[in-house]
């Protein structure tokens, strides 16, 4: 090759130019350092986002479904007559749900008012009684006038030997016999006005003993209605079965159980450390089992002041030495704000709440 050659223009340029593999080496050589630091960037900030979130959302497994329920009974005893509801069926408040045989309480009822009547017809006449009690006083004191009258002849005349000895002391008898006769009068006719409260005029009704006879036949009465048994809510009947025409049914025996599906909320039991930043309000959202996917919004509605052990029959503490400390659970009631168009909640459905408590950290928190 000719010196000529070398020493081109070309020739010169191409001692300058790199390979492209030599370039990209380099490039990469350079970002390496921005992109190590830029990942530790990423994972500070993703560490302190996700620090400064923390504890904001409460997540409750253990929760369920409950409703109103009411075990359907009577404090009344008879044999039953009909039960006009069929298992599953939904009632409304009001509905009857189960007769017992009413005779035996109206023959009881007519009774009572009977004498609750003839009572009246009683009092009455002792009002009357105590009047004709005053008029024989009356009459006693006019006779012991009349008495007195012929003692006082009859002391003046003894002396003069106008009547006999005899004749006197049968004066004098007679006058003290019909003085004690008044007394005894004015006792009995007082006794008789005590009778009537101390009020000759007094209204019957207001008496102890017309009450006493009122609130049997208020008793009766009670009694007969409670051979009706109507269901005090709107819910649905279970357990209808058990009860048929026929059966004797004892007082305060279970008949049947309703469920409300109206009233509903969920009863979240949440550990004690979960309850930090949870308080009245908070907005939860609501998943159940049974419907995969569905979405409930809820909030917080009550938080108990005990936890479920309180009322336990054995407590948790123990006085022994050893015992071991565990986390306990506290109730918390979640109402569900229900919308037409989902699907039914039931009694005992597993629930998972996810309480949104709003709580946010800070970066002083870390100092």
Known sequence: MSQATLSSPAARTSDHVQPAPVRRRLVRSAMRPILMIGGIAMVIVTVGAWWLTGGRMVSIDDAYVRAAKEVIATDV????????????????????????????????????????????????????????????????????????????????LVKNGGVTRAEYDNARFQLMADKQTVEALKVTAAMQLTRLGGDPEVDVRTMNDYLQAAARV???????????????????????????????????????????????????????????HVKLGDKVEVTVDTYPG??????????????????????????????????????VRIRVERQEGDPQLRAGMSVIADIDTGHTRSWRDLF
Do not use: C
């Not at 469920?259 to 979960?274: C, G, M």
């Open 218 to 276: 208020d008793e009766a009465q009670r009694q007969l209605d409670h051979t009706v048994i109507h269901a005090p809510f709107d819910g649905v009947v279970t357990q209808v079965d058990s009860v048929q025409p026929g059966m004797y049914l004892a007082a305060a025996t279970a008949a049947f159980g309703l469920v409300s599906d109206q009233h509903l909320w969920v009863e979240a039991n949440p550990k004690e450390t979960e309850l930090t």
């Open 294 to 331: 569905r979405v409930w919004h809820a909030v917080v509605e009550s938080i108990a002041p005990n936890s479920g052990s309180e009322f336990s029959v054995l407590p948790a503490q123990n006085t022994s030495g050893n015992w071991v400390k565990v986390v306990q659970r506290i109730p």
């Open 77 to 156: 005893s008879g044999i039953v007559t009909a039960v006009p509801v069929h298992e599953g069926q939904r009632v409304s408040q009001n509905d009857v749900l189960l007769r017992l045989d009413p005779r035996p309480f109206q023959i009881a009822l007519a009774g009572a008012v009977a004498n609750r009547n003839g009572l009246v017809a009683t009092l009455e006449a002792e009002k009357l009684d105590y009047k004709r009690m005053l008029r024989q006083v009356d009459v006693k004191d006019a006779q012991v006038a009349s008495d007195q009258a012929n003692y006082d002849r009859f002391a003046n």
